[in-house]
Structures are given as structure tokens and as C-alpha cells.
């Protein structure tokens, strides 16, 4: 398994931005598909975006779409989330997921490897 280390949350002001960053251990990030997961207060863990293994292909959930942005750099072993015009639905701990797959799932139970999470907090 890969370990995962999120960081970037905070509290931001709606229509901010932030950027979340997931930093992978091991010499094998390449070979995950990588995801952002988020669980607000009362919720269930909602899929945010995933990323292929070589970035080139991108899937977002409909609530962010055209205002957050997946992307990686396999040579930092680092995924990123940027996140713009946030929302105050946007609030929410986010995590960071590595999993093995043929394809961009959006399945939390298709990703074995998850971080602790990172708190985002969007006020109106």
C-alpha cells in the first residue's frame, strides 16, 4: 500500500480559492489511480475527482465540475485538488485515495490506499 499525506485545507471566504496537495510514499505512484473524496458533517463520503495514472484522463462529480481542477506530478509523487469559487456546500474534510484500476473510477471501495483527511472550511 501507498501512504498518503493531505495538506492545503483551511478556511476560506465563499467564491475563494484553495489548492490541496496529497503527497504519495513509495516508488510506485505511477501505477495508482489517484482520487478526491470528501465527507461533510451528517454525510456519507462522496466522490470529488480522480485522475488516470498518467493524468491524462479526468472525471469530477457534477456539484464541482468547471471549478475544481485534478492533477499530479508523478515525478513529486504529488496529486493535487484545486479548488475555485468555493462554496459554502463546498465544507467538508477532503481526502486524498490511491487505488489500482484499469479505468478513472469513482468508486470509493475501487481505491485501497486513503489519507486522514484535510479540513475545508467555506464561509458565506
Known amino acids: 500500500q501507498v501512504q498518503l499525506v493531505e495538506s492545503g485545507g483551511g478556511l476560506v471566504q465563499a467564491g475563494g480559492s484553495l489548492r490541496l496537495s496529497c503527497a504519495a510514499s513509495g516508488r510506485t505512484f505511477s501505477s495508482y489511480v489517484m482520487g478526491w473524496f470528501r465527507q461533510a458533517p451528517g454525510k456519507e463520503r462522496e466522490f470529488v475527482a480522480a485522475?488516470?495514472?498518467?493524468?491524462?484522463?479526468?472525471r469530477y462529480s457534477d456539484s464541482v465540475k468547471g471549478r475544481f481542477t485534478i492533477s499530479r506530478d508523478n515525478a513529486k509523487n504529488t496529486v493535487y485538488l484545486q479548488m475555485n469559487n468555493l462554496k459554502p456546500e463546498d465544507t467538508a474534510v477532503y481526502y486524498c485515495a490511491a487505488g489500482y484500476s484499469e479505468y478513472v473510477t469513482t468508486i470509493p471501495q475501487d481505491f485501497g490506499s486513503w489519507g486522514q483527511g484535510t479540513q475545508v472550511t467555506v464561509s458565506s
Open positions: 485522475i488516470s495514472r498518467s493524468g491524462g484522463n479526468r
